[in-house]
């Protein structure tokens, strides 16, 4: 049985500068032309994808600190399946999930014409590059098992 509470390695002392040029990227996208609220969104959808429960946990909490609501929170993983998010954000949870999704095939054109009425070019790039980064931490929050210690929640 595995501690769930201690990592494998401690990566980011490691290998430091790997884990900066992580927290560079992710403060350049804090500037990028996308909503806050959005990126979030598209973390923590692509966290659950992922399994990874340190970067679900964490981008949560940060949705509900900017004010996100318990019920779309709730069903960010069924999203396809409510109408509780609007379609600049179906449109984006849809790229971000065919993008974590690509190991079981290239991304078609019909899918990166989904977002071209609800983002412009430098967007979908930004939107495209939070995707990436997410899968990233969640590979080494997953592989260096990173833990959920438990927390009270912040109020908004």
Same mark, same amino acid.
């Given at each position: 049985m595995s501690d769930k509470t201690t990592p494998r390695l401690p990566w980011y002392q490691l290998a430091p500068k790997p884990f900066q040029g992580l927290l560079n990227a992710e403060a350049g996208l804090a500037n990028s032309s996308l909503d806050k609220k959005l990126l979030?969104? /598209? %973390?923590l959808r692509? @966290?659950?994808?992922?399994?990874?429960?340190?970067?679900?946990?964490?981008?949560?909490?940060? &949705?509900? %600190?900017?004010?996100?609501? &318990?019920?779309r929170l709730n069903s960010l993983a069924t999203w396809?399946? /409510? @109408? &509780?998010?609007?379609?600049?954000?179906?449109a984006a949870l849809r790229w971000a999930e065919c993008l974590t999704r690509i190991a079981t095939g290239h991304v078609p054109d019909e899918e990166f014409e989904l977002l071209r009425p609800h983002f412009e070019d430098r967007e979908i790039a930004e939107l495209s590059v939070a995707v990436a980064l997410i899968n990233a931490w969640n590979r080494m =929050? /997953? =592989?260096?098992?990173?833990?959920?210690? #438990? %927390? #009270?929640?912040? #109020?908004a």
């Open positions: 979030e969104l /598209v %973390k692509v @966290s659950q994808i992922n399994g990874c429960a340190y970067c679900a946990d964490m981008h949560a909490r940060d &949705l509900l %600190k900017h004010g996100e609501d &318990l019920q396809h399946e /409510v @109408s &509780l998010f609007d379609a600049r954000e179906c =929050g /997953v =592989g260096m098992r990173m833990p959920v210690v #438990p %927390k #009270p929640l912040q #109020p």
